[in-house]
């Protein structure tokens, strides 16, 4: 299971950079661009009609190099608009956008994650869009479903959903019925239990996921008892019986050789060709989402099947858009701005030209005048959408302010894998820091 929820978007990933998600999709490396232009006391104006738009955005350099193409592009349509652009990796990115909100100067525009967007919306930084018209672009449904507070802080970019790969050519080989639509928990523990009866001592048909406090989550949520930490972070929501249900069934996958031994899982690196769990050899199924899951296709060709995380009477797993563009409160340009968030998601040229950068397009036409030309490598993230969509739960990624409570869960849950605590010794220490992290964000 994937950690860490809001790479999952690039990675999948949720808060730990992730994870997992992800998060997702969104966390890799990338240079910097043109210096920022200062939004607050209004970024150039390129003469009384036009605007010169500030432009922030994290990843990749095929989606930087994309990106600056689609400026140009619409520049080229709109002369009277042009832009200043900064683009940089994950992690220089989150660390300037705090700097540039706290002092009022965030860009125009600026791109915008699902595990921090509620954050920046609720400090007053990001601009309402709901005015924009998005009829016959973007399904109703998938607006509703990042509003907050019924109100649009973003303009969702792509789909996005968590599911599993698994090594469809393996199992199959070793005659383990694979995992299929709609599977149950029940189902995936009698899916582990069954291939390892039938697989090589040296293979895993599934990964110890007791440490991640996301992957518990799937769990709870699967079962109608909601998010483990309330959306406000005023909460801490741990159902003590699933827990322990969840909990001592891989500790007795870890006694039976279900999973890999401790040591064996720490030494993972996801998407790594030689030490990726999947890719490896060595673990037949493993997390992903579908802004990562083509790494895994492109690793592992044509041997990569995909499925929804497992269901509960509430339904499974994730499934909306993780990745936006935002409009900066402060910006002296709302209105070119918004005019170019809807053109950014509806010109087909655009859509040409940004292709799956930002993977699935949330626009259908798009996706459609791109799907001739696909890949295997990009068609496996819509089909791993395809799968996770009809019974997905919204994302619920870690509040602001409970990053030293999810790393915290980790190591617990370490102690707990290498025998250094019990399971009630975990719990207790889990649930305390919990509630004293949430009565701090009541405070």
Aim: proline content about 5%; aromatic content about 10%.
């Amino acid at each position: 299971m994937n950690k860490r929820k809001h790479r999952m978007l690039v990675k999948g990933g949720v808060l730990l950079a992730a994870a997992a998600l992800a998060l997702t999709g969104c966390s890799s490396g990338g240079k910097s661009g043109a210096q920022t232009g200062d939004s607050g006391e209004g970024s150039g104006n390129s003469g009384a009609k036009g605007a010169k738009l500030s432009i922030m955005w994290w990843g990749a350099d095929d989606r930087h190099q994309a990106t600056l193409k689609a400026l140009d592009l619409y520049t080229e349509q709109h002369p009277e608009i042009s832009f200043t652009p900064e683009y940089l990796s994950w992690d220089g990115y989150w660390s300037k956008l705090t700097t540039l909100a706290a002092s009022k100067s965030m860009t125009d525009v600026l791109q915008m994650d699902g595990a921090y967007i509620q954050d920046y919306a609720s400090r007053g930084t990001l601009e309402d869009l709901s005015d924009i018209d998005f009829s016959g672009i973007i399904d109703q449904k998938i607006i509703d479903s990042v509003k907050i507070g019924g109100k649009l802080y973003g303009v969702p970019l792509s789909l996005n959903g968590q599911g599993y790969a698994f090594n469809k050519a393996d199992l199959a080989a070793a005659g383990v019925t694979l995992p299929h639509k709609d599977w149950t928990w029940d189902d995936f523990w009698n899916f582990a239990k069954e291939a390892r009866q039938k697989l090589p001592k040296d293979k895993y048909p599934i990964s110890d996921a007791s440490n991640g406090w996301d992957s518990y989550q799937y769990y709870q949520t699967a079962m109608g008892k909601g998010p483990v930490i309330s959306p406000d972070g005023k909460k801490l929501n741990i159902d003590k019986d699933l827990w322990y249900t969840f909990n001592n069934m891989y500790a007795q996958f870890r006694k039976d050789g279900v999973v890999p031994s401790p040591d064996e899982q720490g030494a993972f690196v996801e998407n790594d060709p030689k030490a990726d769990p999947m890719a490896s050899g060595k673990v037949m199924t493993r997390g992903a989402t579908v802004a990562s899951v083509s790494v895994l296709e492109t690793l592992m060709p044509g041997k990569v099947g995909v499925v929804n995380i497992p269901v509960g009477p509430a339904g499974g797993g994730w499934a909306q858009p993780t990745i936006f563009l935002s409009v900066s409160a402060n910006s002296k340009h709302k209105e070119e701005a918004k005019a170019f968030l809807k053109w950014f998601v509806s010109d087909k040229e655009a859509g040409q030209t940004l292709g799956l950068t930002r993977g699935i397009p949330v626009n259908d036409t798009i996706y459609k005048e791109l799907e001739p030309n696909l890949q295997p490598k990009d068609k496996i993230g819509k089909e791993l959408m395809d799968v996770v969509s009809d019974k997905a739960l919204p994302f619920y990624p870690a509040p602001p302010g409970w990053s030293e409570w999810v790393q915290a869960y980790q190591n617990e849950m370490d102690a707990v894998r290498y025998g250094q605590e019990t399971l009630d010794q975990a719990y207790n220490n889990i649930v305390k820091l919990g509630q004293d992290t949430a009565a701090k964000q009541g405070g």
